[in-house]
């Protein structure tokens, strides 16, 4: 009993050391909140095109397809960071857009130079519809499912990790 | 004496006047109405700004921090109560962005983790001082060795002579 005893403080430490390590080893970024909307219909929400397009962004634009909510904004570096990654994803899925507390002036010369991906986008000058989405930061990326819902949130500029072991997968699952 | 006291007073002065924490509500934000801008206050303390996440919305220049204090006056000027305005943040952003967290199974550990181990630290405790005062009480004093005996009778007579 007292040698069973001697081994439990070694015993609480390898216990507190795993549950630290383990979130350090998987690479799991504490500062990634989950969402709450997975699975809910995307919230109501109907923006205005950017200055000189004619499209803008409503909820009623989303589902009927598999398709990629990208938030943005011309002042957010990863955002410049996944812009590729982005623009390689909009090859096999429909990306449209909410520009995020954004100069709507700033951002269409952002695209021009960085290239449009984006099959519609709406101005979120507020960043109101942002709130609505729970979004804390941009980049984030959504994917919705072909009845509207929200399926999977990413917070974060996208890697080529996510790209290829998260967002291709369930694209292909959903799409099913 | 009394100077003493006069520090004393000037350090329960200086105690007493160390910064407040500053809110980062700007004049414009303010409603005009002193009630309602209390109640906003009172629930802004108590989200968490999502972009500093140690910080309440109250406490953040982050702009989404102000975009948060602006809807939650919205959402009182438009007639919610305090329960209906956090629950409508709480429903975007998730249980993460109350500070005062909601007591339920995944948050035991957050509630419990503390206490559990002052309880279980303290019954170690005291098992081990039981264990320790039982042990000693049954051994009694230990008999002094020959070195120690003669010490013992050396310092004993000493005194005598």
Same mark, same amino acid.
């Given at each position: /009993?007292?040698?069973?005893?001697?081994?439990?403080?070694?015993?609480?430490?390898?216990? *507190?050391?795993?549950?630290?390590?383990?979130?350090?080893?998987?690479?799991?970024?504490?500062?990634?909140?989950?969402?709450?909307?997975?699975?809910?219909?995307? +919230? *109501?929400?109907?923006?205005?095109? #950017? +200055?000189?397009?004619?499209?803008? #962004?409503?909820?009623?634009? #989303?589902?009927?397809?598999? /398709?990629? *909510?990208?938030?943005?904004?011309?002042?957010?570096?990863?955002?410049?960071?996944?812009?590729?990654?982005?623009?390689?994803?909009?090859?096999?899925?429909?990306? *449209?857009?909410?520009?995020?507390?954004?100069?709507?002036?700033?951002?269409?010369?952002?695209?021009?130079?960085?290239?449009?991906?984006?099959?519609?986008?709406?101005?979120? =000058?507020?960043?109101?519809?942002?709130?609505?989405?729970?979004?804390?930061?941009?980049?984030? =990326?959504?994917?919705?499912?072909?009845?509207?819902?929200?399926?999977?949130?990413?917070?974060?500029?996208?890697?080529?990790?996510?790209?290829?072991?998260? #967002?291709? +997968?369930?694209?292909?699952?959903?799409?099913? | 004496?009394?100077?003493?006291?006069?520090?004393?007073?000037?350090?329960?002065?200086?105690?007493?006047?160390?910064?407040?924490?500053? !809110? $980062?509500?700007?004049?414009?934000?303010?409603?005009?109405?002193?009630?309602?801008?209390?109640? !906003?206050?009172?629930?802004?303390?108590?989200?968490?700004?999502?972009?500093? @996440?140690?910080?309440?919305?109250?406490?953040?220049?982050?702009?989404?921090?102000?975009?948060?204090?602006?809807?939650?006056?919205?959402?009182?000027?438009?007639?919610?109560?305090?329960?209906?305005?956090?629950?409508?943040?709480?429903?975007?952003?998730?249980?993460?962005?109350?500070?005062?967290?909601?007591?339920?199974?995944?948050?035991?550990?957050?509630?419990?983790?503390?206490?559990?181990?002052?309880?279980?630290?303290?019954?170690?405790?005291?098992?081990?001082?039981?264990?320790?005062?039982? $042990?000693?009480?049954? !051994?009694?004093? !230990?008999?002094?060795?020959?070195?120690? @005996?003669?010490?013992?009778?050396?310092?004993?007579?000493?005194?005598?002579?």
């Amino acid at each position: /009993m007292t040698r069973f005893l001697a081994f439990l403080p070694l015993g609480v430490f390898a216990a *507190v050391a795993l549950w630290v390590a383990i979130p350090l080893i998987t690479g799991h970024d504490p500062r990634d909140l989950p969402s709450e909307l997975i699975d809910q219909p995307a +919230p *109501v929400f109907d923006l205005p095109p #950017l +200055p000189g397009r004619d499209d803008g #962004l409503a909820n009623t634009d #989303l589902g009927g397809e598999v /398709m990629l *909510v990208n938030f943005f904004a011309s002042w957010c570096v990863p955002c410049l960071a996944e812009h590729p990654i982005i623009s390689r994803l909009s090859q096999t899925v429909p990306v *449209v857009a909410i520009n995020y507390r954004d100069q709507p002036e700033d951002a269409l010369p952002w695209l021009a130079r960085n290239g449009d991906p984006y099959t519609r986008i709406g101005a979120d =000058t507020d960043g109101r519809v942002g709130i609505d989405w729970g979004v804390y930061g941009v980049p984030e =990326t959504f994917v919705i499912d072909r009845a509207g819902r929200i399926r999977y949130r990413h917070p974060g500029p996208l890697t080529p990790e996510v790209l290829n072991e998260t #967002l291709l +997968p369930l694209i292909e699952e959903l799409r099913g | 004496m009394i100077r003493p006291l006069a520090a004393f007073l000037l350090l329960v002065l200086a105690a007493l006047s160390a910064p407040l924490p500053a !809110a $980062a509500v700007q004049p414009d934000e303010r409603l005009d109405d002193a009630a309602m801008e209390a109640r !906003a206050r009172e629930i802004s303390a108590d989200l968490r700004c999502l972009v500093c @996440q140690n910080q309440s919305i109250d406490d953040s220049n982050a702009p989404l921090a102000r975009d948060l204090r602006l809807l939650v006056r919205e959402r009182l000027l438009a007639g919610d109560s305090d329960e209906q305005v956090v629950e409508f943040v709480r429903s975007r952003y998730g249980d993460y962005v109350l500070l005062d967290p909601p007591l339920k199974l995944s948050t035991l550990v957050l509630w419990f983790g503390g206490p559990a181990v002052l309880v279980v630290a303290g019954a170690a405790l005291w098992l081990w001082l039981g264990r320790r005062n039982v $042990a000693a009480a049954a !051994a009694g004093p !230990a008999p002094l060795d020959a070195a120690e @005996q003669r010490r013992l009778d050396d310092l004993l007579g000493g005194e005598d002579g």
